[in-house]
């Protein structure tokens, strides 16, 4: 499938001067060959393009051959059955009318012009790694087209080019782009550039290829957590069978402070990174389905936070690693994010010995491959247990009078607003809590009616009709941790394997961190 994209250029002035003459050059040699085309067909003359070339080649001998074979190319794209006006018939037509006079025909005059003499086009091709004359190349980190102007003499424009949405085939140009530099493997691609209102644009057309899927889940997955916090990337490879092969993580600090011209390169770079994985792996790439994510909002009191959250675009990265991923013949298997960090953080990373975030790629993984997560029984009997719910309520309570006391001793707004998004963070907690104590009172022999599993036992409160894991975060993390989000979360292993919660109730000995488990790294 053959598509052609627009983007736009951004030249220095001098840079600009000199591609206008070479726009110059290009467009009469294109109207002169366009004559002589009619002529020679006219004639029914063999071989029209070598006599062409070589009278082009007389009138224009400082213009690059390449230039030379580009314009009879496009010259043969008009049709030599109709009059055709360089420049256009319709504003032609309104300049030989005298009505117009002053600034609004100069302006006429101007934009005919700029039709007529503004046109720079090379056809490209594999051996020329792509074009010859005009080739996008990667300069200080931006996307630049290399325009050659004269015996090797050439200017660097920056593309002005951001996609529009998710199936912006943009995305996919670019990612052919990384990939032909990478292997290096170049493809053809033509670029069009035009005058307008004193600004460059250009178009490059090219084939997208359709190559068939060859790596899926049917080996297991790599399965990447790209909304890792703080701006990072968690990756775990998981088999067929579900198991946990090996993990890494990959700082995205570098991207910080970077133009976002040099942040698109560098992502484009990653995905491609993460792609090759899975094809070195034998194995699909499995996601989340991001449709909204929180960078927070000005005034909340977390601005250090928020802006490192907004210097990393999850949802931009995702569109190119999907794009690459087509490419390379690579499955990508989207999952429902409900849950997954939750799920990862209380089942998996104490269980083995990893980080919250690598363990929340780890669901990712298996909710991919189709496996469904079962809460661990002894985390169901602390639902269960009212003597262990009474003492998380409890903690809520002095943290809750503790961040009440502060907020009326801090003045500073930033501060107090922060104070209060904690403030209100604690009373929903408690709002779990003590509408789940209040389901075991009306229903002695279970509590699955508490979170959802068994709503024909009774009804409970809205609030406790929440996913069992969204209650369980709420009455572990703060009450045994004492954090909301831990980076260790290795002293929840005896509680997770023994069920030994009277050791957290009573707070009388510390509780130990459990065995780890032997893990590969990439």
């Known amino acids: 499938m053959f598509v052609s994209l627009q983007f736009k250029l951004e030249l220095k002035r001098e840079d600009k001067e000199k591609l206008i003459k070479l726009m110059r050059k290009q467009s009469s040699a294109i109207r002169v060959a366009y004559n002589m085309l009619k002529e020679l067909e006219k004639k029914k003359t063999r071989n029209p393009h070598a006599q062409i070339y070589q009278r082009l080649r007389q009138l224009f001998p400082e213009l690059p051959t390449k230039y030379i074979d580009s314009a009879i190319y496009k010259a043969k794209q008009y049709s030599t059955d109709k009059p055709v006006v360089f420049g256009g018939k319709r504003l032609f037509e309104k300049l030989c009318k005298n009505h117009l006079t ?43 087209l290399r325009i050659t102007t004269g015996n090797r003499e050439f200017i660097y424009a920056k593309v002005l080019r951001e996609p529009s949405n998710s199936k912006d085939k943009w995305l996919t140009f670019m990612a052919m782009l990384l990939e032909s530099w990478q292997i290096p493997s170049y493809f053809p691609y033509t670029v069009e550039l035009k005058l307008r209102n004193g600004e460059v644009y250009g178009s490059v057309s090219f084939e997208i290829p359709t190559p068939e899927v060859r790596y899926t889940k049917e080996n297991g997955v790599i399965a990447i957590d790209i909304n890792a916090s703080p701006i990072h990337l968690a990756v775990a490879e998981v088999s067929k069978t579900g198991e946990l092969l090996s993990y890494q993580t990959i700082s995205l600090h570098h991207l910080l402070g970077l133009s976002q011209n040099s942040k698109d390169h560098q992502e484009w770079i990653l995905a491609h990174q993460m792609v090759n994985l899975a094809i070195e792996k034998g194995k699909a790439i499995a996601v989340e389905n991001l449709k909204k994510l929180r960078k927070g909002k000005r005034g909340d009191g977390k601005a250090k936070l928020r802006k490192i959250l907004h210097n990393w675009n999850a949802k931009k990265f995702l569109q190119k690693l999907k794009r690459v991923a087509m490419i390379k013949g690579v499955e990508v298997i989207e999952v429902n994010p409900a849950y997954t960090s939750v799920i990862g953080m209380l089942k998996y990373a104490p269980q083995l010995n990893i980080d919250k975030d690598i363990a929340g790629a780890y669901v990712i993984g298996r909710r991919a491959l189709g496996f469904k997560e079962d809460m661990p029984e002894n985390y169901e009997k602390l639902l269960k247990d009212k003597t262990y719910l009474e003492f998380a309520l409890k903690r809520y309570e002095e943290k809750e009078k503790e961040l009440r006391e502060l907020l009326e001793e801090e003045t500073n707004q930033y501060k107090r607003n922060a104070l209060e998004s904690e403030l209100r963070s604690v009373e929903y907690a408690k709002e779990l809590l003590t509408n789940l104590i209040q389901s075991l009172q009306s229903e002695p022999s279970s509590c699955e009616g508490a979170y959802g599993r068994n709503p024909e036992q009774g009804r409970v409160a809205k609030t406790t009709l929440q996913s069992a894991w969204q209650v369980l975060k709420v009455a572990l993390l703060f009450p045994i941790l004492g954090k909301v989000l831990p980076r260790d979360l290795s002293p929840l292993k005896p509680l997770l394997v023994e069920g030994v919660w009277d050791r957290v109730r009573s707070r009388l000995v510390p509780l130990e961190a459990g065995g780890t488990v032997p893990i590969r790294d990439f």
């Open 102 to 144: 002053g600034k609004a025909r100069e302006k006429l005059k101007k934009q005919w012009k700029e039709q007529r003499q503004g046109t720079l086009v090379s056809i490209g091709s594999k051996s020329d790694r792509g074009n010859r004359l005009m080739r996008f190349e990667e300069l200080n980190g931006q996307l630049c």
